[in-house]
Structures are given as C-alpha cells and as structure tokens.
C-alpha cells in the first residue's frame, strides 16, 4: 500500500540534499543533479553491481570506502565523494578493463552517437589502452530471433538483456553461457529469443551487443528528427519517440512515462511502423468505374461521394446512411467524423467498435475507472478478460510487475493458460461460453477463494471479453460482482483497437454524444446550440448496421479506417451486408477486404503524419505528433471530412486540429480544460479526463443473467494474438512473418479421440463458418477445447458460437 516515504539529509560532493530514506543511491544522486557513471544499473530493474563503472567514495568509520553507488541504499548523515582521484582512478580502469575485448568499431556499429560505453570512455577513461594484444572474436551477426541479433564480441556483460527478459517480461530465454574469458550473452540450443517483448533488450543495451533488423545499418542518431507521441497499436498508448530521415519513419524507442509504459514498449509497438512507409499505400483517390477502382482527381472523388450521400439522404433520410470505424485515428478526427454523421448526414447510425466489444457506456463512462497506476497500491488485480500479454503488453507488465515485485495478490481468469499464470495466487478457468456459470457458482460460494482475494480489499479489476465466445455483458457483470464486495473497486474495461476509448469519447457509438454525454433528447437539443440539428433517438450499433444494410435498410456506408469483413465476428453477416451495400465509402490507407468492392476510396494520413490527441483506456489524454509528410496525395481524415460537409452545403468550419481540440474542449463536457499546451509543459504524461467532474454520463455497472454453459464435446476459444493478419501488420514486413498462421491448438490429450497428429488438418464447424487448420498440440488449451488465433492469413472465421464440431481431414 502506499506511504510516505521518510527523507534523509546526504552529502554528495560537498553539497547536502535530502532524499527519500532507502532510495538507492545512484539514482539519488541523479535525482539532485550529480551524475555517476553506470551501464548494468537500470531504473526499471533490479540492481546487480555488476559492471563496478558507479565506484564512489563513502565516507566510514575507518575512512573511505569504495562503494557500488548502485546497490548501496542511501542513509541519513551519509557522506559521499564522486570525483576524487581514487574514483577516477577506479573508473578508468574499469573501462580499460571493458575495452580489452571490446572492438573498435564504432564508425560502422548502430549504437555510434548514442553509445554509453563511447560516451562515457571519453568522459571517464583514461585516453588510451595498454592493450596491444588480439581482441576475441566471434562470428558476427548471430540472429538470436527474427527481430534482433546479436554480436557477442561488443558485449560487455551487464546483464541488462538477461535481467529484463527474466524479471520484467518474464521471457528468460537469454541467458549468459560458459565461464570466465569465455562468458558470452546467448540463448538456449534451439530455442530463439522469441519474446514480445525483445525489441527492449536493443535499447537497454549500453554498446551495440543488440541490434534490431529493421533499424541495422539504417542510419545514424545525428541525421534522425525525433518527436514524441503515443503508440497506436496497444489501447494504453505507451508513449514512443519516432525517429526519421528523409521524410521516412526508421524506428520508434520507448519514453519512460511513469503513468504509462515506463519505458517498455511491446515488438508490435517498436517494430510496427513499417506499414507507414509501405509501398501499398493508397496514394490517389480511387473511384469505381466499371469493375475497377481507377485514380481520379481529389475533387472527382469528393463531389461523388458527397451526390451519393446527399441523394441516399434525401431520398431515404438519415436512418439510410451509417459510419462505421474511427478508432484508428485522433481524437480530432474521431470528432469529425462523430459531427458530420449528425450534422450532414443525419444519422446516429455509427460505430467505432466492431461488434466484438462492451458496451459503449462502460467502455467509456463507468464509475471509479481506475488508473494503470493504481495496479501498483491494489491489495488484489482481478484479470477477467483476454490475455494480457497478447492483446495489452503494456497492462500485462504493468500487472506483471504488481504481482511479482510488489506484492499484490493476482486472480486469473480465463478459459485457457496465459501470459500471468506463472504469477497469479489464483487460476480459474472455464470452458468458451460458461463466463456466466463461473460467475454464478461464484456468487454461490463455490469459489471460496475468489471471495476471499476481494471482500473488502482494495481491488483493481480488468475486465474485458476473454475470446468471441464471451457474452459482452459478462465484463460488466463480473465488474458488479467484484464491486458488491470490495472495501474500493477501481475498474478498467478492456477493449481493442488503437484509440476506441478517444472515439467514444468523441461520440463515435449510437448512444453517445462528445464528451461522455448519454443520447437523448435533452442531451441533443443542448448539442444543437453548436452543432445546429442532432437526431434525438440512438441509432444502430456495428451489428444493427449491418443487419440493416443486409437488409436493404441502409444503403451508404462510410468506412473510416475500418475493416469490417474481417473484424467483425460474424463473417457471413459482413459478407452479405457489403454484398448488399448500395454505396460504399472508404476513407483509409490502404486496399482491403472491406473496401475491396467501394465505390470510392480516399486516401488517408496515418500516425507519424498528423498532429493530435488520443485517448486510452484510463482516460489519458495525449499527444501525437507528425514527423512528416503524408505520402502522395494522402490527407488527414478530419479534412477529408471537412471538404465532404462544404460539397454537401454544411460547412463545419473545422480548419486545424488545434483548433478542433479547442472545439472539443467547449462542446465536450469530459474534456473541458483540455488544451494543447498543457502537454508541452506542466503534463508531459497526459491528463486523466474528465479534469474536474462535469456532466457527463456515470455508468454503474450491472450484473446481468446470462447463457448457461454449452454442452458439447468440444467448444471453440477464438481470440485475438499479439501478430495476426490486420491490415497494418500485413503491410509491416518484420511482424507479419510471426503471425502464428491458421491453426487449431488442442491438448494433447484430445489426439486419440480425435485421430489427429500434429500438423494433420482438421475442419472446425459452427453455425456461423467453417474452415480447415493445421492442428498444433498445446499443452495451455484445456482438454474439449479447441484454440483458434483470430483473424490470420487463410484461416477462416468461425464466429461467435462456442460449440464447434471438429473433423480430420488429413
């Protein structure tokens, strides 16, 4: 739990300064402006005093000592010297000591410019080495995974690869070999370092040992522009910095935001980029004529689409007409977008949200919505919802973190093994489709610990759908639950897609309006004030649209960088509502399943290429920023939107993203205060919104009932994986070879049963799709369930009914 921490009085360097009792330090003295030299000691983990570089004076009873500042707590009355001779000294021989084997390579390593080993040999070594020996050598590079390789003869042994992988991701698949002059970094036979997380190791590294694939030989740090922002890949947006050169995006590094990510980002953050430079993206315009989609100009394709919405309009009205998407974008565009459906178009037919999410008013307004923070001071972390480590890498470590090193208790619940279980006090697992039962046979006492973990605790609960057979209400159930019980519930509802929770904010669902406002007629007519005429009734979610567009009921539809065909779980609905679409629109950066068959396609900016706010899954407000120019003739969404309002006579006088944020600040209830500048200054880690109170929506979660448990011999658990076959990562050469591909996992144990061998084919049928997959044993999938990864290259999509019949085929 949290306290205050007791402070000390210190002298470093003849100077006095208090700090916290206890603080190690090295980072004290840091913290009060003296540097001292280091390259094992890193804030985020353990300490180990191995490379001996941060030797300072202490002052004792018998006189100074040497002292690793790194491992050495600080005590009040401690008297420390950091720049005398014997220090010196001692640093200089240090770094002879690591530069005996360490190559003078330096005009062709990675790390040269931002290299701590060169910096710190001229700033602390002794000028020149005594050395005159050979250096060892090893073959060089030795690809360790398909991102990141490995040159053993830079390494200088500080463990700072080895400790992440083991302490912090909980991957220890590197690891030191052999024994004294032969001691080297390397993995285990066979086994590569196939982590989610290895792209950290690279930036930790203090030499170029590490170096990562898509980054080798690319650039140096001088010739790179470097802006911060916020990654779009994971729902809490860790915070990156994008480096460039000649206008193209060569990598992003992790910032270290206490609030967020501190400093580690996943390999889909760190290495998911390429797609921005892809040379697949949409450049022109694209409007059908004929069978195929042929470039025009911006002004063809704008004055089409706004005479086919207007007609489909003012023939049918506003009901006729949907938005689907806007999660991909800011929250400038999502607000856009959100204003044009009502106010051009007339309809509250939109969704960001694909079917496959809660509702949109616990997603974005529930009560006491807790902090990614408040994992760290919970008593217990409830995770009932989809695997962490797959779908949330930046919540999993932050969760990780709370279990292992600070001592609070983690209950798992989920239908098969995942990524916490080695540090969960409590594993519950049900078969796909029997959230409900499990909850039920809790509630009546059948779970004896589970009770015990939160009545009248301090509980941090995430809740989220664990696989596309959930029931969606169960989340929010199950968040009643915990909440009946607990002393203090904080709770984070969990969904995917980059910047959902911005797009709800921003009234991207059927029954909300800006700023965590609830639909209604009251609520429209205060709107109306700003925005002029706002339908009144709640319109069609994602599955309501296209139902009514399979229907006939809805005959234009715009896509804002979504795609439905294969996200949404019910693939044969999407099928036949696209196949029954009137006019389709599609504002987005590349071709895909959904817009395949549109009638028009407008190119659009991506992250890099435009300035904004998102939001995430806390309610933190932050920043992106363009780096550079958006390739072709792409544009950004909101002026896409803009232009599109002007052609059909509703100009909505939107003319720069700031000047939209301050928009959104006046009309947005949840977001009033909000302005750019805070974030260049006094909150370089985002604010959590809304700022202070306001009037907007407080949902409190409800227990529904729901569907009992199937009974069948085998149920499907079909759920989303860290790489899969969306469009960003299928454009993204580094990712997309690690997509597990279509298989069906099954335990062992179901092989005789079934007949199956391993990479034998098998059919899976449901009610709502069939499809083959190679069949890989899995010791984690539950004996009767059959594991499928989501949305991957050639593999069909089964839906959402839990019960599946499974053949061999071969």
Same mark, same amino acid.
């Given at each position: 739990?949290?306290?205050?921490?007791?402070?000390?009085?210190?002298?470093?360097?003849?100077?006095?300064?208090?700090?916290?009792?206890?603080?190690?330090?090295?980072?004290?003295?840091?913290?009060?402006?003296?540097?001292?030299?280091?390259?094992?000691?890193?804030?985020?983990?353990?300490?180990?005093?191995?490379?001996?570089?941060?030797?300072?004076?202490?002052?004792?009873?018998?006189?100074?000592?040497?002292?690793?500042?790194?491992?050495?707590?600080?005590?009040?009355?401690?008297?420390?010297?950091?720049?005398?001779?014997?220090?010196?000294?001692?640093?200089?021989?240090?770094?002879?000591?690591?530069?005996?084997?360490?190559?003078?390579?330096?005009?062709?390593?990675?790390?040269?410019?931002?290299?701590?080993?060169?910096?710190?040999?001229?700033?602390?070594?002794?000028?020149?080495?005594?050395?005159?020996?050979?250096?060892?050598?090893?073959?060089?590079?030795?690809?360790?995974?398909?991102?990141?390789?490995?040159?053993?003869?830079?390494?200088?042994?500080?463990?700072?690869?080895?400790?992440?992988?083991?302490?912090?991701?909980?991957?220890?698949?590197?690891?030191?070999?052999?024994?004294?002059?032969?001691?080297?970094?390397?993995?285990?036979?066979?086994?590569?370092?196939?982590?989610?997380?290895?792209?950290?190791?690279?930036?930790?590294?203090?030499?170029?040992?590490?170096?990562?694939?898509?980054?080798?030989?690319?650039?140096?740090?001088?010739?790179?522009?470097?802006?911060?922002?916020?990654?779009?890949?994971?729902?809490?947006?860790?915070?990156?910095?994008?480096?460039?050169?000649?206008?193209?995006?060569?990598?992003?590094?992790?910032?270290?935001?206490?609030?967020?990510?501190?400093?580690?980002?996943?390999?889909?953050?760190?290495?998911?980029?390429?797609?921005?430079?892809?040379?697949?993206?949409?450049?022109?315009?694209?409007?059908?004529?004929?069978?195929?989609?042929?470039?025009?100009?911006?002004?063809?394709?704008?004055?089409?689409?706004?005479?086919?919405?207007?007609?489909?309009?003012?023939?049918?009205?506003?009901?006729?007409?949907?938005?689907?998407?806007?999660?991909?974008?800011?929250?400038?565009?999502?607000?856009?977008?959100?204003?044009?459906?009502?106010?051009?178009?007339?309809?509250?037919?939109?969704?960001?949200?694909?079917?496959?999410?809660?509702?949109?008013?616990?997603?974005?307004?529930?009560?006491?919505? =807790?902090?990614?923070?408040?994992?760290?001071?919970?008593?217990?972390?409830?995770?009932?919802?989809?695997?962490?480590?797959?779908?949330?890498?930046?919540?999993?470590l932050r969760t990780r973190r709370a279990?292992?090193?600070?001592?609070?208790?983690?209950?798992?619940?989920?239908?098969?093994?995942?990524?916490?279980?080695?540090?969960?006090?409590?594993?519950?697992?049900?078969?796909?489709?029997?959230?409900?039962?499990?909850? &039920?046979?809790?509630?009546?006492?059948?779970?004896?610990?589970?009770?015990?973990?939160?009545?009248?605790?301090?509980?941090?609960?995430?809740?989220?759908?664990? &696989?596309?057979?959930?029931?969606?209400?169960?989340?929010?159930?199950?968040?009643?639950?915990?909440?009946?019980?607990?002393?203090?519930?904080?709770?984070?509802?969990?969904?995917?897609?980059?910047?959902?929770?911005?797009?709800?904010?921003?009234?991207?669902?059927?029954?909300?309006?800006?700023?965590?406002?609830?639909?209604?007629?009251?609520?429209a007519a205060r709107l109306a004030g700003?925005?002029?005429?706002?339908?009144?009734?709640?319109?069609?979610?994602?599955?309501?649209?296209?139902?009514?567009?399979?229907?006939?009921?809805?005959?234009?539809?715009?896509?804002?960088?979504?795609?439905?065909?294969?996200?949404?779980?019910? =693939?044969?609905?999407?099928?036949?509502?696209?196949?029954?679409?009137?006019?389709?629109?599609?504002?987005?950066?590349?071709?895909?399943?959904?817009?395949?068959?549109?009638?028009?396609?407008?190119?659009?900016?991506?992250?890099?290429?435009?300035?904004?706010?998102?939001?995430?899954l806390e309610g933190r407000v932050q920043?992106?920023?363009?780096?550079?120019?958006?390739?072709?003739?792409?544009?950004?969404?909101?002026?896409?939107?803009?232009?599109?309002?002007?052609?059909?006579?509703?100009?909505?006088?939107?003319?720069?993203?700031?000047?939209?944020?301050?928009?959104?600040?006046?009309?947005?209830?949840?977001?009033?205060?909000?302005?750019?500048?805070?974030?260049?200054?006094?909150?370089?880690?985002?604010?959590?919104?809304?700022?202070?109170?306001?009037?907007?929506?407080?949902?409190?979660?409800?227990?529904?009932?729901?569907?009992?448990?199937?009974?069948?011999?085998?149920?499907?658990?079909?759920?989303?994986?860290?790489?899969?076959?969306?469009?960003?990562?299928?454009?993204?050469?580094?990712?997309?070879?690690? =997509?597990?591909?279509?298989?069906?996992?099954?335990?062992?144990?179901?092989?005789?049963?079934?007949?199956?061998?391993?990479? =034998?084919?098998?059919?899976?049928?449901?009610?709502?799709?069939?499809?083959?997959?190679?069949?890989?044993?899995?010791?984690?999938?539950?004996?009767?369930?059959?594991?499928?990864?989501?949305?991957?290259?050639?593999?069909?999509?089964?839906?959402?009914?839990?019960?599946?019949?499974?053949?061999?085929?071969?």
């Amino acid at each position: 739990m949290a306290h205050e921490r007791q402070m000390g009085t210190i002298t470093v360097d003849g100077e006095e300064h208090q700090v916290p009792a206890g603080e190690l330090l090295i980072k004290a003295a840091q913290d009060t402006g003296t540097y001292i030299p280091r390259f094992c000691w890193h804030e985020r983990m353990a300490p180990v005093g191995m490379c001996r570089m941060c030797l300072v004076e202490m002052e004792t009873p018998r006189g100074p000592a040497l002292v690793p500042a790194c491992t050495t707590p600080v005590a009040d009355g401690m008297v420390v010297n950091t720049k005398t001779e014997t220090v010196a000294k001692s640093q200089e021989a240090i770094l002879e000591f690591l530069l005996i084997n360490h190559p003078l390579d330096c005009p062709v390593c990675d790390k040269g410019g931002e290299c701590p080993l060169q910096d710190q040999a001229l700033s602390h070594g002794p000028g020149e080495s005594r050395f005159v020996e050979f250096k060892r050598t090893f073959e060089k590079p030795i690809p360790i995974s398909d991102l990141v390789l490995l040159d053993r003869e830079r390494c200088i042994l500080c463990a700072r690869c080895v400790r992440f992988a083991d302490e912090v991701s909980g991957d220890p698949l590197i690891e030191f070999i052999d024994r004294g002059n032969h001691v080297q970094v390397n993995t285990f036979p066979a086994e590569p370092f196939s982590s989610y997380f290895s792209g950290n190791t690279v930036q930790i590294c203090p030499v170029g040992a590490l170096t990562a694939r898509p980054y080798r030989f690319r650039a140096r740090p001088w010739d790179l522009v470097k802006v911060e922002s916020s990654s779009l890949f994971d729902t809490a947006h860790p915070r990156i910095e994008i480096h460039a050169s000649h206008d193209q995006v060569l990598r992003f590094l992790g910032v270290d935001n206490d609030a967020t990510n501190h400093g580690w980002l996943s390999d889909k953050d760190r290495f998911g980029f390429q797609y921005i430079s892809s040379e697949d993206r949409v450049l022109t315009p694209l409007m059908r004529k004929g069978d195929e989609l042929v470039p025009v100009e911006w002004s063809e394709a704008l004055q089409a689409v706004a005479e086919r919405l207007g007609a489909i309009k003012a023939e049918r009205g506003g009901d006729a007409l949907a938005v689907l998407g806007g999660a991909q974008g800011t929250n400038e565009d999502a607000y856009a977008v959100s204003r044009f459906a009502r106010t051009v178009l007339g309809t509250n037919n939109v969704d960001a949200r694909m079917g496959d999410a809660l509702s949109s008013h616990f997603l974005a307004a529930t009560v006491d919505r =807790a902090r990614i923070a408040d994992l760290d001071t919970a008593d217990t972390i409830v995770v009932w919802g989809p695997d962490l480590k797959e779908e949330h890498p930046t919540l999993y470590l932050r969760t990780r973190r709370a279990a292992q090193d600070l001592g609070v208790k983690l209950v798992v619940v989920h239908p098969r093994a995942n990524g916490l279980d080695d540090r969960a006090s409590q594993k519950l697992t049900y078969r796909p489709g029997g959230g409900f039962a499990l909850l &039920d046979a809790i509630s009546a006492g059948e779970h004896p610990a589970f009770d015990e973990a939160v009545t009248g605790k301090k509980v941090v609960v995430l809740v989220g759908m664990t &696989d596309q057979a959930d029931d969606p209400r169960l989340a929010e159930s199950v968040a009643a639950y915990v909440r009946s019980r607990a002393a203090v519930c904080k709770i984070l509802p969990l969904s995917s897609r980059a910047n959902t929770y911005g797009a709800l904010d921003m009234g991207l669902a059927p029954d909300l309006l800006p700023g965590r406002v609830g639909l209604d007629a009251d609520a429209a007519a205060r709107l109306a004030g700003r925005w002029g005429e706002v339908p009144a009734r709640p319109g069609k979610d994602a599955r309501g649209i296209l139902e009514a567009m399979a229907a006939g009921e809805i005959k234009g539809l715009v896509l804002v960088g979504a795609d439905p065909m294969r996200d949404f779980p019910d =693939a044969r609905l999407a099928s036949e509502a696209f196949a029954a679409a009137d006019f389709v629109v599609s504002i987005d950066t590349f071709v895909h399943d959904s817009n395949r068959d549109a009638d028009v396609i407008l190119p659009a900016a991506t992250l890099s290429e435009k300035d904004g706010t998102v939001t995430n899954l806390e309610g933190r407000v932050q920043l992106v920023n363009q780096v550079r120019r958006a390739p072709g003739q792409a544009r950004v969404d909101w002026a896409i939107i803009e232009d599109l309002a002007i052609l059909m006579g509703a100009p909505m006088g939107l003319v720069s993203a700031e000047a939209i944020s301050k928009e959104i600040a006046e009309v947005a209830p949840a977001y009033a205060g909000v302005n750019w500048s805070m974030f260049e200054w006094e909150h370089r880690d985002g604010v959590v919104v809304p700022l202070e109170g306001g009037a907007t929506l407080e949902h409190i979660p409800v227990r529904f009932d729901g569907p009992s448990a199937p009974e069948a011999e085998f149920t499907l658990h079909v759920a989303r994986v860290m790489y899969d076959d969306g469009v960003r990562l299928r454009h993204s050469p580094a990712l997309r070879k690690l =997509a597990p591909g279509a298989v069906a996992k099954i335990n062992p144990a179901d092989a005789p049963k079934l007949g199956a061998r391993e990479g =034998a084919k098998v059919r899976l049928v449901t009610r709502q799709g069939e499809g083959e997959f190679d069949v890989v044993f899995d010791e984690g999938t539950p004996s009767g369930v059959v594991y499928v990864p989501a949305n991957q290259a050639g593999g069909a999509q089964l839906g959402t009914d839990p019960v599946v019949r499974v053949t061999v085929v071969s």
